[in-house]
Nanobody, 124 residues
């Protein structure tokens, strides 16, 4: 069992930056690939970024490539999402999730554990 708690969301102007954090409970954090997803009002949840167990392999949605960076610190049981050059269309609730699969995946239904989300609002 893994419990995830996101933090770091807030209101930021377009072009600004935010760093989201996700703290995980338990001693098995390093066994999970981790992902960030987001859901805007009236839209389906979408993949943002994912990172493998060691942190050596990452994957990004095309919409955030070059602007967002996912990282993790297994010693701190944490995963991060550094977001830069934010756009109004990045406004959403951001969720972190843990996946026990072998591959780094972008398919939300395959993730095993989810946090409660943190809200990001980007004003124009």
């Amino acid at each position: 069992q893994v419990q995830l708690v996101e933090s770091g969301g807030g209101l930021v102007q377009a072009g600004g930056s935010l760093r989201l954090s996700c703290a995980a409970s338990g001693r098995t954090f390093s066994r999970y690939n981790m992902g960030w997803f987001r859901q805007a009002p009236g839209k389906e949840r979408e993949f943002v970024a994912a990172i493998d167990r060691s942190g050596g392999n990452t994957r990004y949605a095309d919409s955030v490539k070059g602007r967002f960076t996912i990282s993790r610190d297994n010693a701190k049981n944490a995963v991060y999402l550094q977001m830069s050059s934010l756009k109004p269309e990045d406004t959403a609730v951001y969720y972190c999730a843990a996946d026990g699969s072998l591959a780094v995946i972008a398919f939300a239904p395959l993730y095993d554990y989810w946090g409660q989300g943190t809200e990001v609002t980007v004003s124009s």
